[in-house]
């Protein structure tokens, strides 16, 4: 049985657009695929706290020296990773805020980034230690970036590369706050690219 892990980043969480599109991704596939397993990692319900000298400490404390507080920081962290790696496919439902990915995402991708653990150093650079597999960001946006000043999808397809993920597709929905008109199509567009993609799965 196929493992499907959903990131959910919208602060308006399954109400948000990012969210309607994987929505529409998972019912496609579960329609091909019924007994798949979806995980659905909802970072802004989890609160995550942003990484901060305590939990990095903790993830660079040794097994047999970490206090109470740390081996539960690290538990945390295990687990979040453990989803990932179980996974495969992942959808990581990636609203635009401010021209960057919600925080709520940032303090996700800060836990599940440990050396020696997702990624390691070598002396051609650093390699990722996850299995690759198919990722899917479904990004909205409420004006146009993708060819004009995007520093969103650049930032978490290096991020994920980094961790060893490098089979990115993306589908962009842009413009929903440039006229019903406009928004409408980018909607129909990008609902069309996620059950085509859905589908071939």
Same mark, same amino acid.
Request: charged content about 20%; overall charge negative; proline content about 4%.
């Given at each position: 049985?196929?493992?499907?892990?959903?990131?959910q980043?919208?602060i +308006? $969480?399954?109400?948000? %657009?990012?969210s $309607?599109? &994987?929505?529409? +991704?998972?019912?496609?596939?579960?329609?091909? $695929?019924?007994?798949?397993?979806?995980?659905? @990692?909802?970072?802004? &319900?989890?609160?995550?706290?942003?990484? !901060? &000298? &305590?939990?990095?400490?903790? +993830?660079f404390?040794?097994?047999?020296?970490?206090?109470?507080e740390? $081996?539960?920081?690290?538990?945390?962290?295990?687990?979040?990773?453990?989803?990932?790696?179980?996974a !495969?496919?992942?959808?990581?439902?990636?609203?635009?805020?401010?021209?960057?990915?919600?925080? %709520?995402?940032?303090?996700?991708f800060? %836990?599940?980034? @440990?050396?020696?653990?997702?990624?390691?150093y070598?002396?051609?650079?650093?390699?990722?230690?996850?299995? !690759?597999?198919?990722v899917?960001?479904?990004?909205?946006?409420?004006?146009v970036?993708?060819?004009?000043? !995007?520093?969103?999808?650049?930032?978490?397809?290096?991020?994920?590369?980094?961790?060893?993920?490098?089979?990115?597709?993306t589908?962009?929905?842009?413009?929903?706050?440039?006229?019903?008109?406009?928004a409408?199509?980018?909607?129909?567009?990008?609902?069309?690219?996620?059950?085509?993609?859905?589908?071939?799965l």
């Amino acid at each position: 049985m196929a493992t499907l892990l959903y990131i959910q980043s919208s602060i +308006f $969480q399954e109400n948000g %657009q990012s969210s $309607q599109l &994987a929505s529409r +991704f998972i019912d496609t596939l579960q329609t091909k $695929q019924p007994d798949i397993n979806v995980i659905t @990692r909802d970072v802004v &319900a989890d609160n995550l706290p942003h990484i !901060d &000298a &305590a939990i990095a400490g903790a +993830f660079f404390t040794p097994e047999a020296d970490r206090s109470n507080e740390q $081996q539960a920081i690290v538990e945390r962290s295990d687990n979040l990773i453990a989803e990932v790696k179980k996974a !495969d496919y992942i959808v990581i439902g990636l609203p635009m805020y401010n021209y960057g990915i919600p925080s %709520q995402l940032k303090a996700y991708f800060d %836990q599940i980034a @440990r050396a020696g653990i997702t990624f390691k150093y070598t002396e051609k650079g650093p390699v990722g230690l996850i299995e !690759d597999k198919p990722v899917y960001l479904l990004t909205t946006r409420g004006g146009v970036h993708k060819d004009n000043g !995007d520093f969103e999808v650049p930032y978490v397809k290096e991020y994920l590369s980094f961790l060893g993920l490098t089979s990115v597709e993306t589908i962009y929905a842009e413009g929903l706050n440039m006229g019903e008109e406009i928004a409408d199509k980018a909607r129909d567009a990008a609902t069309n690219a996620v059950i085509a993609a859905a589908s071939q799965l």
